[in-house]
């Protein structure tokens, strides 16, 4: 079935400092590729997405790129703020044989960004 | 306008009992998706309904059950509650036809603790 596999938390960066957080996916079909944020408390937040190969997701200074060759969606930022503290979970979305779809989440980076 | 309204934000029962959680989606939103978040399991599907019906279900015993209204509304229900299902139960709604191509919005949750 289809997975997700992200790389183990917490990542802890200081203010202004790059971010990359790996992941990558197996899936049978052609999936769309999502990057959602949690914080504390709170429910998930879509933060970018990508639908097809070589499909680059960007928002709030976070890129992503989708390598179908490497089945790869890592998430980078050129300059964390401490605001950006979070937990960050890389998802799938495949189409079901019975209709809709459903996201399959890797299990989630926590991101601590500090002073 | 509203995102995705999750009642009530925080739960506690018995072992034994039976809980039934709720979920306004976006208005417009027909697709309704559901899905625990443990520490130990992750975030995980339940099952997702489509005009009222139940279009795919997650791999959870039968005491997980839900169910759509007309409205789009949905309620899960969890009976004869175990430790175990202590959880984040998350809702997530998507317009037809576009999960696929631009995700789920989530609610804020429902916090279920089972003592």
């Known amino acids: 079935g289809d997975s997700v596999t992200q790389m183990e938390g917490p990542v802890t960066l200081s203010e202004e400092a790059f971010l990359t957080i790996n992941c990558t996916y197996t899936a049978t079909g052609y999936p769309s590729l999502f990057w959602y944020v949690q914080y504390p408390g709170e429910g998930l937040q879509l933060l970018l997405k990508a639908t097809k190969a070589d499909d680059k997701g960007s928002n709030k200074g976070f890129e992503a790129t989708y390598r179908k060759e490497t089945t790869s969606f890592h998430l980078e930022k050129g300059s964390v703020q401490v605001s950006d503290s979070a937990v960050y979970f890389c998802a799938l979305s495949d189409r079901l044989t019975g209709g809709g779809n459903k996201l399959t989440f890797g299990t989630g980076t926590q991101l601590k960004v500090e002073l | 306008k509203a995102g995705v309204t999750q009642t009530p934000r925080y739960l506690i029962k018995t072992r034994g009992q039976q809980v039934t959680l709720s979920c306004s989606p976006i208005?417009?939103?027909?697709?309704v998706s559901w899905y625990q978040q443990t520490p130990g399991q992750g975030l995980q599907f339940l099952f997702e309904y489509f005009s009222e019906t139940q279009r795919n279900k997650g791999n959870f015993p039968g005491r997980f059950s839900g169910r759509q209204f007309s409205n789009s509304r949905s309620e899960m229900n969890v009976s004869t509650l175990e430790l175990g299902d202590s959880a984040l139960y998350l809702c997530?709604?998507?317009?037809?036809?576009?999960?696929?191509?631009?995700?789920?919005?989530f609610g804020s949750g429902t916090r279920l603790t089972v003592v």
């Open positions: 208005s417009g939103h027909r697709s």
């Open positions: 997530a709604s998507s317009l037809q036809g576009a999960s696929f191509t631009y995700g789920y919005t």
